[in-house]
């Protein structure tokens, strides 16, 4: 090979390396972005969460509401959250290979499909509510039956509001622009606060929240439309690429039906071992949760994109570096965190919410729990760089057979743990499901990226 050649090989070579860590580092800013902007939205509704504590303490009032909010928020994740996943790769792939206009009306269509989504499974909520939260909160006597039942019918518009303003983000996301989706959910909290400021009831906390929604979801649409997508839904056909979307959407709803089912499950469990318990183990979650919220938005959300566009585009090659880079860094962050955080729980509970009629007994309780609860951290985060590369891979019957054995074993682990520990063995079962999921997606992307 003469010098012009080697001279070109090294030219190419320099041009790869230097192209894969600008991806990351575009990978890493959006990261930065997303999770600084999430950390405020967190700080804003941990700081209504303390106030809601020391107002409601662990009573039965807001047992109900949360019990309410649970199964209104599980059919969001399962009908907007698992389409986005579905929607957004397909969406760059048509983008980049058939430009914007095509990926445009992809969009519209597909907004369609979702809305005609979101308004069915509203309606059958309302019909079955009755019976489903007397499941949920089988533990409820009558009277807290109906206050959950009365709560749960303000919730429902939240179903369709914020399953529109979900994948309105998605696509926000996808055309790399991150700020508004990541910044937009703080006008939940906020209008919560308000409305409790105005009146300390579980009845205005709902309304408040049903009216931060609504506005959330006007910002995105707002801000949909500057950037030049129409959000309003046009039926342009089912094209190849509409059933594409469709053929990945099956399996992520069956996926997240069934991941989801484990915080019902966990939830209903909670419920049966007396009043109190599902307070106690929501109040244990919220930091865990703002952590996990945080940190899997901010990669999940700027790597899901990246991942797509260079798959779309062959780069196979390309996608390990990143993947590999990211595990990495998960790992190396996480560990030390959730050790520190470990330590320090008992004094995290009593700073945030002992007071009021919050008291030194719940505080002993909550942070045991919460100790449990902290141990999935590395194990959630790396579970969340598994699932998008899958998502990627359009390859979202994996996940689907992975949730079928999350929530067998999520059942298996809470009937055991919770004879030895109490409501603390929930906390802990959460962490043997994610360990178990990780193995086995793990195993799986293996074999799927070896084809």
Do not use: C
């Not at 914007?100 to 907004?111: H, I, Q, T």
């Not at 906020?190 to 105005?198: C, Q």
């Not at 059942?411 to 360990?435: D, E, K, P, Q």
Request: no cysteine; aromatic share 10%; glycine share 6%.
């Amino acid at each position: 090979m003469g010098l012009v050649e080697r001279l070109a090989v090294f030219n190419t070579l320099t041009r790869l390396v230097w192209r894969q860590k600008s991806v990351n580092y575009s990978i890493f800013k959006a990261a930065v972005t997303i999770g600084s902007l999430t950390v405020v939205v967190k700080i804003v509704a941990t700081f209504k969460e303390i106030l809601v504590a020391n107002w409601f303490g662990t009573g039965d009032e807001i047992d109900a509401f949360l019990i309410a909010y649970l199964l209104a928020f599980f059919a969001v994740t399962i009908i907007a959250e698992s389409f986005n996943v579905a929607l957004v790769p397909t969406f760059i792939q048509v983008r980049e290979k058939k430009g914007l206009d095509a990926a445009k009306k992809l969009f519209s269509s597909a907004m369609l499909v979702a809305l005609i989504l979101l308004v069915i499974v509203s309606i059958l909520l309302v019909l079955t509510a009755r019976y489903t939260l007397s499941v949920l909160g089988s533990g409820f006597d009558a009277d807290k039956q109906k206050i959950t039942q009365d709560l749960f019918y303000m919730l429902v518009p939240i179903l369709t509001l914020r399953g529109l303003s979900s994948i309105w983000g998605a696509i926000l996301n996808a055309d790399e622009r991150f700020a508004l989706a990541a910044i937009s959910p703080l006008l939940v909290p906020f209008m919560t606060l308000l409305a409790l400021l105005l009146k300390k009831s579980v009845y205005m906390m709902t309304i408040g929240t049903v009216v931060g929604f609504a506005m959330e979801t006007l910002l995105l649409a707002l801000s949909l439309r500057r950037n030049g997508f129409s959000p309003r839904p046009i039926w342009n056909g089912l094209t190849p690429e509409l059933r594409q979307v469709m053929g990945q959407y099956g399996p992520m709803v069956a996926g997240a039906f069934l991941m989801s089912s484990t915080g019902l499950i966990d939830q209903s469990m909670a419920a049966a071992l007396g009043s109190g318990s599902v307070a106690s183990l929501s109040y244990a979650n919220r930091v865990v949760s703002l952590i996990l919220n945080v940190g899997s938005v901010a990669f999940g959300t700027a790597i899901l994109p990246h991942f797509s566009k260079m798959l779309a585009q062959g780069n196979l090659a390309g996608v390990k570096s990143t993947f590999r880079a990211y595990l990495g860094l998960i790992l190396v962050t996480s560990i030390p965190f959730m050790l520190f955080m470990i330590v320090f729980s008992e004094s995290i509970v009593r700073i945030l919410y002992e007071r009021g009629v919050f008291t030194s007994q719940d505080t002993k309780i909550v942070s045991e729990i919460q100790i449990f609860y902290l141990l999935q951290i590395p194990f959630y985060l790396t579970g969340i760089l598994i699932v998008r590369l899958i998502s990627s891979l359009k390859a979202n019957h994996i996940l689907m057979q992975g949730t079928v054995i999350n929530i067998l074993v999520n059942i298996g682990l809470n009937i055991l743990f919770i004879r030895w520990l109490g409501i603390a063995g929930i906390a802990l079962s959460t962490t043997g499901v994610y360990i178990i999921s990780v193995v086995f997606l793990s195993y799986r992307l293996w074999l799927r990226i070896k084809q």
